[in-house]
């Protein structure tokens, strides 16, 4: 089992969300980002994303067995996901009243189903967002 102290040490909170380091660290490799410019996409994210509510077929079976692969690895609070332009940000519930959630990780949307996610987001904003 993995030790998930240093990977959910917070080390800055949005309005709407704690981000983890490691998902700070997630989001300055996968995607290029520097701190303000993340934190201003994730609670975009958290808002506006898609969630598993306006996915079907292939796409919405891949991100249920995505969350169901987390929770194999400790995680013990309810993992949730939103697709946000051609990205995937994995958010855990904070059980505690009071407290935020948390971005544990955000990663790219696998190519052979970029297409599906465009297409659900365009269905339901007109447009891709990001």
């Given at each position: 089992m993995i030790d998930l102290t240093e990977i959910t040490e917070t080390i800055t909170e949005t309005k709407n969300v704690y981000i983890t380091r490691h998902a700070y660290e997630r989001g300055k490799e996968r995607l290029g980002l520097k701190k303000k410019a993340f934190e201003r996409i994730v609670d975009k994210a958290y808002l506006n994303g898609l969630g598993s509510s306006?996915?079907?077929g292939s796409l919405y079976t891949y991100?249920?067995?995505?969350?169901e692969y987390l929770g194999t690895m400790g995680h013990t609070e309810r993992q949730f996901f939103r697709i946000?332009?051609?990205n995937i940000f994995v958010f855990s519930e904070n059980n505690r009243e009071?407290?935020?959630p948390s971005l544990v990780t955000v990663m790219h949307i696998p190519t052979e189903?970029?297409?599906r996610a465009i297409k659900a987001q365009k269905a339901v904003y007109g447009k891709v967002a990001g």
């Open positions: 306006n996915l079907s991100f249920q067995n995505k969350i946000y332009g051609e009071g407290f935020l189903l970029k297409g």
